[in-house]
């Protein structure tokens, strides 16, 4: 009987096959996409021909009758192209402010070291380690604060010296430094079971926060904490709105946080403590890993909001990059035509289009990786 059943039994391995491809065709599938039926497919022609329409003036106005050079508004007579002139002369105030112009080797630097870190991110393996990523971003923001602060052999430049793309990259990684690591403390010091008034402190502090707009917590950093500050203290007013971005930031991170953790069984802490592991080790080597790891996406997120957050530095009086455009702007060369703003409106739109439509890119990829 064994005899008979060995001839059934395959002894070699089946070699590896491809997945199946589909037999539908892309034009097929983007048929049934598009035109599913007929209703559908007549809204589906409509939304196209708008698109080409509203793509054909954007064109015509930005390309075709655009205007490229000049030292004034006087380069532009019209509004029926877009005044790239505006932008092109006025590079430097919304790159990097008023920074000095003999020590924008730091300011060059610093744009240069983040896109050789971002392209060591986006180009690094799905499965790889997040941690030296996370490091990174902590590390950062000092490091740039260090080189652009000067001091020693360095000149001192003050940061209220700094603006445009240039003080939006510092105050973005600046905030997601600081704001992750006290979101992951406000996280679990929610979820403490042992320390009840930390746990209400913590709760009160992220509800409170999510409650109010930022805008209203920026005029508060701007005009009302001086007056509880001691007598000769100088916290300047980009300090004062580092402060709330972070603190702002923090609330948002530890919900995200929160949730991580909350995804965590408690069946795994059981068996940490079964192994002999303490209350602090499980939590080290346990659930924060895989916390992190579930909630990376969502903190990304984060970092876009951040971002898109920076344009409210501009009300308070700092020259972020929004601020740079607008006083460029009122300024005696340029100012006059509406078209002028516009173009510089739309020259920022297109900027933070592409920096958040990459990150969002790679939040994805971290989502279909996982």
Not at 19 to 37: E, H, I, K, Y
Not at 77 to 102: M, T
Not at 147 to 162: C, H, M, N, S
Request: hydrophobic content about 55%; glycine content about 8%; some cysteine.
């Amino acid at each position: 009987m064994a005899a008979e059943m060995s001839r059934f039994v395959r002894e070699a391995l089946v070699a590896p096959r491809a997945a199946p491809v589909s037999a539908t065709s892309a034009l097929t599938r983007w048929q049934r996409t598009w035109f599913p039926g007929p209703v559908m497919g007549a809204i589906s022609l409509v939304l196209l021909a708008v698109f080409v329409f509203a793509i054909w003036r954007f064109f015509d106005w930005a390309i075709v009758h655009a205007h490229w050079t000049g030292p004034s508004s006087e380069s532009c007579p019209d509004s029926r192209g877009a005044c790239w002139a505006f932008v092109i002369s006025r590079w430097k105030p919304w790159l990097v402010g008023d920074y000095p112009s003999d020590q924008l080797w730091r300011a060059w630097t610093c744009f240069a070291a983040f896109a050789l870190f971002w392209t060591w991110v986006v180009r690094r393996a799905d499965g790889a380690s997040l941690q030296r990523v996370l490091v990174g971003f902590v590390c950062m923001p000092v490091l740039f604060f260090l080189l652009l602060l000067g001091g020693g052999v360095l000149p001192f430049v003050p940061p209220t010296r700094w603006g445009g793309l240039l003080l939006t990259l510092v105050v973005t990684l600046a905030t997601f430094a600081t704001a992750l690591p006290l979101g992951l403390l406000l996280a679990l010091g929610r979820r403490s079971r042992r320390l009840p008034v930390v746990r209400w402190l913590c709760i009160a502090f992220v509800e409170t926060m999510r409650s109010v707009p930022l805008l209203v917590i920026l005029f508060i950093a701007a005009t009302l904490v001086p007056m509880f500050l001691p007598r000769g203290s100088n916290v300047d007013l980009f300090s004062r709105a580092l402060a709330a971005f972070a603190l702002f930031n923090a609330a948002m991170a530890a919900e995200v946080f929160r949730g991580g953790l909350q995804s965590i069984g408690r069946g795994q802490l059981e068996a940490a403590t079964t192994v002999g592991l303490s209350d602090f080790n499980a939590l080290r080597l346990i659930v924060l890993p895989q916390a992190v790891t579930a909630v990376v996406p969502a903190l990304v997120n984060i970092m876009i909001a951040v971002i898109k957050e920076t344009t409210l530095l501009s009300v308070i009086g700092v020259n972020d990059l929004l601020g740079a455009v607008e006083t460029g702007a009122k300024s005696p060369g340029w100012v006059g035509d509406a078209n002028i703003l516009t173009s510089g409106h739309v020259f920022l739109a297109l900027i933070y289009l592409a920096i958040c439509w990459g990150l969002s890119r790679y939040s994805r990829r971290l989502e279909t990786a996982r």
